[in-house]
Every structure is written in structure tokens, then in C-alpha cells.
């Protein structure tokens, strides 16, 4: 939609060319992608429930754990009904502040949160007499309100310098969802401050948490040496789902939909696969339900 002004034109929607214009290749990518948004809210329903109804996974990391299914689900409902959409009714036209706002909030959040689960394992793993007093439950709550307090403010200011942008010509996105990159080629005035302005706020906060994983998992790693073999399986086992890439700092089409789609259907495989616990737990609520 563009709205005519006297001077100019101000666009308010934004038109997707989406993933592909062949109804066959469209039908096809409709039915994997439900299918695997549907195992994404599945599985990482199932993680929260298990951990909230489970007495003996009231850990600060299985806390930790439920608020990245959490963030798992909420970020891929963003950007995967909305392809879905376009794919099955060819409706390929949004407003994009609430999207690319909710995009990058819970992009930085989960960023923000894989850092702490890295802090948090590098505590129980190279200090565990001090993890007790160091990650109660009190100091998880309050890091989990600071990520989301960083989130939203992050999330502000890409929106914002986003949005203050005149975009006065076309309004086509060479992309299936909103984000900064190529709605701001679209606007009509000089990108070149906001442009580094947008890039500066996201790369302090991918280059820290990065840095802060990598000497995390550095020291980790280092102290393993010293463990059984049982001992280091474990310890790695419980990392396993902190590897996951951030989602918000792709523009090509095929490696946006692994991280929009794919990305957020892995903690739920790689938790229930890989830990004993949670897969231990499963089993016990199953059997519970099937009692009762």
C-alpha cells in the first residue's frame, strides 16, 4: 500500500517476492515448513511442561533451558505463519514495525540467553562448591529480566532507526519476513549514518556474547581435561543446545529459513536426544498421565 502525499509517496506495507513464484515449489515448502513449525511448538511445548511439572529439574540450567524453548517458539511464530501465509494464499504484503520490533527481540534475547547458559555451565562445571550460592534461583530470575529489558531496548532502537527512514518508491522485499538489511535499501533518503549506526548496535552485542561464549567454553573445556571420560560426555551434553546461531543477522533466502525455521526445531531434538534427564522425565510424566 503507498499513500500519496503531495510531495511524495509514503509507503505503509511492504510486498514480499517470498521464496519462490513456482506453485508447485510453494505447495512443497508449505508442507515441510508446517510440519516442522508444528514439531517446533510440539517439542518445545513439551520441554516447558516437563521441566515446570518435573520437581527434580528445578535447576537454574533446565530454568534456563524452558526460557530458550520459550524464546524458540515466540521467534519462529514471528516469521513462519506469516510465510506459510504467502505461500498457501499468495498474501504477501505486511506492515513491518511489529515484526521486525518482535525479530530482533527475540533475536537478542535468545543471544542474551545462550550467554548466560554458558556462564552458567562454566560455574557448575569449573566452580560447582560455589554454583549453589553463585546461580540461585533468585540471580536466574533477575538475569532473565535483564535479557528481556536488553532485548527490548535493542529491539527499540533497530525499529526505530528503521522506521524514521523515508521510504517514498518501491516497497517489493527480496525476502519472506521483515528485517533491517533489506527494508532500509528500499528507503529514499541517505542510509549511510543509519546504516552504521543499525550495524553498531547489533555488532556490540553479537561480538560481546560472542567473546563471552568462546572464553567460556574455552575454560570449559580446558578444565574437562582433568574429568572421566563419563565425567566429560556429561558436561558437554549439557552444552549441547547452547550452540545455537543467531537469527537475526542473515539476508540470503535459504540460510534465513535454516535459522527462522530449522534453527528453532533443533533444542528440542538436541535436548531430548542427547539428555538423559529430560528424556527420563518425559517418560515419567507419560506414565503418570496414562495412570491418572
Known amino acids: 500500500t503507498i499513500m500519496l502525499m503531495p510531495w511524495c509517496s509514503y509507503v505503509t506495507q511492504f510486498v514480499f517476492l517470498g521464496l519462490t513464484d ?28 516437563t521441566i515446570v ?13 524452558s526460557n530458550l524453548s520459550f524464546i ?26 511489529a515484526q521486525l520490533f518482535f525479530l530482533h527481540l527475540f533475536a537478542c534475547a535468545e543471544i542474551l540467553l545462550l550467554t548466560i547458559m554458558a556462564y552458567d555451565r562454566y560455574v557448575a562445571i569449573c566452580a560447582p562448591l560455589h554454583y549453589p550460592n553463585v546461580m540461585n534461583m ?7 529480566f535483564v535479557l528481556w529489558l536488553a532485548g527490548t531496548v535493542h ?47 547489533r555488532g556490540t552485542i553479537s561480538l560481546s556474547c560472542f567473546l563471552a561464549l568462546v572464553a567460556s567454553y ?26 545455537m546461531p543467531d537469527t537475526s543477522f542473515s539476508t540470503d533466502k535459504l540460510v534465513s529459513v535454516f535459522y527462522t525455521v530449522v534453527t528453532p526445531l533443533l533444542n528440542p531434538f538436541i535436548d531430548t536426544l542427547r539428555n538423559e534427564e529430560i528424556k527420563s522425565a518425559m517418560k515419567h510424566l ?3 498421565r496414562v495412570f491418572s
Not at 511439572?53 to 533451558?65: I, R, V
Not at 528507503?187 to 549506526?197: F, N, P
Not at 571420560?229 to 552444552?239: D, F, H, Q, V
Open 22 to 49: 513456482n506453485w508447485v515449489l510453494e505447495i512443497l515448502f508449505f508442507m515441510a515448513f508446517s510440519a516442522m513449525y508444528v514439531l517446533t511448538l510440539r517439542g518445545n511445548i513439551l520441554i516447558m511442561v
Open 53 to 65: 511439572f518435573t520437581p527434580c529439574l528445578s535447576t537454574p540450567m533446565y530454568f534456563f533451558l
Open 72 to 97: 524458540d517458539i515466540c521467534h519462529s511464530s514471528v516469521t513462519v505463519p506469516k510465510m506459510l501465509e504467502g505461500l498457501l494464499f499468495d498474501r504477501k504484503t505486511i506492515s513491518c514495525i
Open 138 to 144: 533468585r540471580v536466574c530470575v533477575q538475569l532473565v
Open 155 to 201: 529491539s527499540l532502537v533497530q525499529t526505530f532507526l528503521t522506521i524514521r527512514l523515508s521510504y517514498c518508491g518501491p516497497n517489493v522485499i527480496d525476502s519472506y519476513f521483515c528485517n533491517v538489511p533489506p527494508v532500509i535499501k528500499l528507503a529514499c533518503t541517505d542510509t549511510c549514518l543509519t546504516g552504521i549506526l543499525i550495524v553498531s548496535n
Open 218 to 243: 574455552t575454560i570449559i573445556l580446558f578444565s574437562l581435561r582433568k574429568q572421566s571420560a563419563e565425567g566429560r560426555r556429561k558436561a558437554l551434553s549439557t552444552c549441547l543446545a547452547h550452540f
Open 286 to 288: 507419560r506414565q503418570r
